[in-house]
């Protein structure tokens, strides 16, 4: 009897750390593309929240602004891609700390690059 529950219990410890990689629909963005995204949203929200992009300076320097704030034109992304992507890996927590790794590592190289030129 106790072999067969300490079967019982190996089985089901095998079976509850064996994950199925989730599947992303075709409709939704890639892991690392979805990172690229977001990695280009929080630089503008920091911008706009350090008042390093302010509308004077939008009007005045249009040619290198706009394309920084319109983060789904420079990701050749649509408004509804990045919502329905956005959506999915909310639903799924375990995707999200993924791509929210890759950004950190992103955001990381990106202040190391910064402060090696200073």
């Given at each position: 009897?106790?072999?067969?529950?300490?079967?019982f219990?190996?089985?089901?410890l095998?079976?509850?750390?064996?994950?199925?990689?989730?599947?992303?629909?075709?409709?939704?963005?890639?892991?690392?593309?979805?990172?690229?995204?977001?990695?280009?949203v929080?630089?503008?929200?920091?911008?706009?929240?350090?008042?390093?992009?302010?509308?004077?300076?939008?009007s005045?320097?249009?040619?290198?602004?706009?394309?920084?704030?319109?983060?789904?034109?420079?990701?050749?992304?649509?408004?509804?891609?990045?919502?329905?992507?956005?959506?999915?890996?909310?639903?799924?927590?375990?995707?999200?700390?993924?791509?929210?790794?890759?950004?950190?590592n992103?955001?990381?190289?990106?202040?190391?690059?910064?402060?090696?030129?200073?």
């Amino acid at each position: 009897m106790k072999k067969v529950v300490a079967l019982f219990l190996c089985t089901m410890l095998l079976a509850c750390s064996h994950k199925q990689a989730e599947s992303i629909p075709s409709t939704i963005l890639p892991k690392e593309k979805m990172a690229q995204v977001l990695v280009d949203v929080h630089l503008l929200e920091a911008m706009m929240n350090t008042n390093a992009l302010t509308p004077e300076k939008i009007s005045s320097d249009n040619a290198t602004i706009l394309p920084a704030i319109d983060v789904f034109k420079k990701n050749n992304i649509s408004k509804k891609e990045y919502d329905d992507s956005f959506d999915f890996y909310t639903k799924h927590p375990e995707l999200l700390s993924e791509i929210y790794q890759l950004v950190l590592n992103d955001l990381s190289k990106m202040q190391a690059e910064m402060m090696n030129k200073k």
